[in-house]
């Protein structure tokens, strides 16, 4: 009797893709560019002893130096009936390869991965026809084509479904998004209409949904749609706070927040689920452009506060998305121990702000601006006389810092220790971001203006 598929999308599947591509990942980064191909075997842990009596599989992973630097990273994979216990791993690499096609690598070999696993789950509970699509797959590319069939057969739904599912997380990006990428990806290399498109985008969001019911969350409809369960718990804590409370703090605060966010691009905080936070870059549409605030009310256009605030935003955090900057700003964080506690340490930093606003002053601000979070530290910013490059005017505030806080062990611009306070610079760079004032924090408390 076929057993149902595991539903937990954190599941040993997840984590062995990960972990095998990290492996194959390493390995690909000591090889000479100059080799035409390299092959190499991975061992996986099952965790259990298979149907085929085997407690570990193996991966053959080949790899394809292409002499065109222009050439695209591709993998493909297969699992063979004769052989289940055996993966077969292709990666085609361009003549250029080096640290910048790293990360793009990792995430489509562990997706491969991941996809292949899941065939050879299928085949582990007896799903019908798990084995089939392989062989259909083989001998559509050697005669040249792929039809929509392919794609719409159920096991090679659930596997791209799976391995997509994986790649949206690992890269933060909205699954819709990737589904996008992959239509047009198809339609292009396999001729697929558009048509028979829509056809397969369809087979899968009702298998994502199905198998991942958390994941519509990434992928909100427009609210007259949703179930908005504003009494559910957002944040647990030393505070507990609703969707229903973080919406009427937003509410009441918009207008005090709104000039910090106006036209800029932002990163927003979103609590899926209790005390589950996700950072996002991009917004929703399969542009996949970066979010950008233009307006205060829109409660389904994106560029909107109203948006955000409406589909459980609980930080926003203006980003420098140029190379050169108007403001300068710190952090202080406080790493607390039994001796050196949190009123302690919070009542040094107050004290270290004269001496902090002077090095602030030596770089040109005429006035220090001092937020209070979430009362395990402070931030200082202030606007600069002109803009200036960031990277440099980085390293010059840090060397000013270490100077000025020589004669202090409490205080350090590197790693902290516990009962040490660290003066964090490393947010303050190229696409680095600051939370805006009144914004509210993952504690449920908001930066708030003080003075000290």
Partial sequence: MTRRFEKNPYSWRDVTARKAAGDILRWIKKLHPKMYRAERWF????????????????????????????????????????????????????????????EELFIKVMGTIKHELEHWYQIEIGRPGALQSEYVTLQSEAMGHVNASYFLQPVEVEAFVAGLYLKAKKTRRPIKVIFAEVMRKIGREYGISSKDQRRILLAWTKELTKRYPQAPTLNPQPLSKRDRGWNELLIDGKKKLTRRQVLNYYKDNARKIWPYLKGQTVVVVLAPQKNKFV???????DDGKSIRLTKLK?????????????????????????????????????????????????????????????????????????YEGDGIGLHFEGDLPKRRNVDVLRKAFVKALAKAFSDDEVFTTGLANPGQIRLDTTTFRHM?????????????????????
């Fill in 298 to 370: 829109g409660i389904d256009d994106e560029s909107s506060l109203e948006f955000w605030i409406m589909r459980r935003a609980i930080e926003f955090r203006p980003v420098l998305t140029t190379k050169t900057t108007p403001l300068l700003w710190l952090d202080l964080d406080m790493h607390t121990t039994p001796r050196a506690k949190r009123s302690r340490l919070l009542s040094k930093m107050k004290k270290a702000s004269r001496k902090i606003k002077k090095v602030f002053h030596e770089f040109g601000v005429r006035r220090v601006h001092v």
């Fill in 43 to 102: 061992e996986i842990d099952l965790r259990k002893k298979t149907s085929f009596g085997a407690t570990k599989a193996r991966i053959a992973a080949r790899v394809y130096f292409s002499e065109d630097k222009d050439s695209p990273i591709k993998t493909e994979g297969s699992v063979w009936a004769k052989e289940p216990e055996i993966m077969r791993v292709k990666i085609f690499l361009p003549d250029d390869f080096g640290p910048k096609y790293h």
């Fill in 432 to 452: 680095g971001s600051l939370r805006a004032p009144y914004s509210m924090t993952i504690t449920g408390h908001a930066k708030r203006k003080i003075t000290v």
């Fill in 279 to 285: 950072s996002r870059r991009n917004g929703y549409k």
